[in-house]
């Protein structure tokens, strides 16, 4: 039987999903609105280190980012905060499009699909 877990299951949506050794994130957007957008993206790449360590992988083992962004001006600034945290060599397939959020607070959501160790 295949393997299959939750991590963190809410009424709406779970956190995390596990399946095969494949970690599944939902989209992981920011605690802190009043930060700018280099603080929010700080705090989301937090949140995917945590989630991704609870389910047996971490950053170097990502297979695929989805980053979406209420403004595209704030790639820049994004890009900085994202390069100093995934480790070289390892930078995965990635897309960046600009979004309207479900919280217009929100300045960054990321999702993420990775491998576990």
Do not use: C
Request: overall charge negative; hydrophobic content about 45%; charged content about 20%.
């Amino acid at each position: 039987m295949a393997e299959f877990k939750r991590f963190h299951v809410g009424a709406r949506l779970s956190e995390t999903a596990v399946h095969n050794g494949t970690v599944y994130l939902a989209g992981q957007v920011p605690d802190d609105t009043t930060q700018d957008i280099r603080g929010q993206t700080a705090q989301v790449l937090g949140m995917i280190d945590r989630l991704l360590a609870e389910a047996g992988s971490d950053k170097s083992r990502i297979l695929m980012t989805q980053i979406f962004l209420t403004d595209i001006q704030d790639i820049t600034a994004m890009n900085e905060v994202w390069d100093a945290w995934i480790p070289a060599g390892n930078t995965p397939p990635r897309a960046t499009v600009e979004a309207k959020l479900a919280n217009p607070a929100y300045k960054i959501e990321v999702v993420v699909t990775a491998a576990q160790a």
